[in-house]
């Protein structure tokens, strides 16, 4: 089977930047879409990204190779339903939520695993919706493709050359295997970061001085605490079984450094601190992982007026956009007075090497 024709439906920021890598990458492809915003699928039809603006999920799919599913996970069996007495016998079905034991599910109890192959792409943004669609949000992210049991070689074979033609990183998993995954280094992360954020909210006195000696290292910890309330509700019920079996593991590790304190163990909390550093350091730094990665580096700068300023219009001149840049007055932990944060890893490396240029003395994480 050849891919010459790409169903969307949903064209959220996921959506919208794997439509518009399709369209960079393989121009002749063309994309019919879908999605409740109207004036968003006109957007996309505009812009170029889409060929074909559908008016609901029906018969137009028929003409589809391959259909992403990017709406909702609790909207995906509808579509699914919908599109099954339409699509075509070798069309590949697949979907890009963050867990895959529901929609595998939904997907067999329709039966349609002859048709389905589930896919996460390991990206985002603080940013969503379409207008913050890139087409490469996706490029050097691992993206999680996991086949049903009864789905042919030969699409897969047909599909995981595609996404890695859209220059992310295919890696075939059981959706099982998946969520385990996903639970230990994604989910259960976003747990400890919103329970510490709290816990600190519950400890801190009238005046927030918590609050207020919190920010710098404790703020980075905790960034992903910022995340979609509705979003994280939705991905923790649906993998409730992997995150309670990692979250009991989690509690036993706390509860054994707990006896470490309490009996004064210098030996297990060295090994403890010392395990963690080595694993951590050995993670590799090449690819995007499940949580988006921070552009970030510290900026010696003496304390004077029109300072910050100064950087600020070095990089701007360089065309270097920034996304937050602030004083470090907690540094216990910190290189330097001043923290700069980017968008992206090109913005990241412009911008040092432009502040290098101007004899700025950069630290690096």
């Known amino acids: 089977m050849k891919i010459e024709t790409v169903g969307f439906v949903g064209l959220g920021l996921i959506g919208g930047s794997i439509a518009k890598a399709i369209k960079a990458f393989h121009p002749e492809i063309q994309i019919m879409a879908y999605m409740r915003t109207t004036d968003t699928l006109i957007e996309a039809a505009n812009e170029g990204t889409v060929d074909i603006a559908c008016t609901g999920v029906d018969g137009q799919f028929a003409a589809c190779d391959c259909i992403f599913l990017c709406a909702p996970v609790s909207t995906n069996a509808m579509y699914l339903e919908r599109l099954k007495p339409v699509i075509k ?51 050097n992210a691992y993206y999680i493709i996991t086949p049903s049991a009864r789905v042919p070689k030969e699409a ?4 995981v050359p595609f996404i890695a033609s859209l220059k992310a990183l295919p890696l075939v998993l059981d959706y099982r295997r998946h969520d385990f995954i996903t639970a230990s280094v994604s989910h259960l992360p976003h747990l400890i970061a919103s329970s510490l954020v709290n816990l600190v909210q519950e400890l801190d006195s009238t005046d927030a001085l918590m609050k207020r000696i919190a920010a710098g290292g404790f703020k980075d910890i905790t960034r992903i605490a910022s995340s979609s309330p509705e979003m994280w509700e939705q991905i923790c019920t649906t993998n409730k079984e992997n995150l309670i079996q990692v979250l009991d593991c989690y509690l036993t590790q706390l509860a054994a450094v707990k006896k470490q304190l309490e009996e004064q163990d210098s030996d297990g909390l060295y090994r403890f601190f010392e395990t963690s550093r080595n694993y951590r350091n050995s993670i590799p730094d090449s690819s995007a992982g499940p949580i988006k990665k921070m552009y970030a580096f510290y900026c010696d700068m003496v304390d004077e007026a029109g300072g910050v300023a100064v950087l600020s219009t070095i990089l701007a001149a360089g065309g270097v956009s920034l996304k937050n840049i602030g004083i470090i007055h907690n540094r216990e932990f910190e290189e330097a007075v001043l923290k700069v944060e980017l968008y992206d890893e090109a913005s990241y490396e412009k911008a040092i090497a432009l502040l290098r240029k101007y004899r700025y003395t950069i630290y690096e994480r």
């Open 156 to 159: 897969v074979d047909v599909f």
């Open 89 to 139: 016998t070798d069309c590949i079905l697949t979907d890009v939520g963050s867990t895959k034991t529901d929609i595998h599910e939904r997907v067999t109890a329709l039966d349609l695993e002859e048709h389905f192959i589930g896919g996460h792409p390991m990206a985002g943004s603080e940013k969503t919706g379409y207008a913050n669609a890139k087409p490469h949000l996706i490029e």
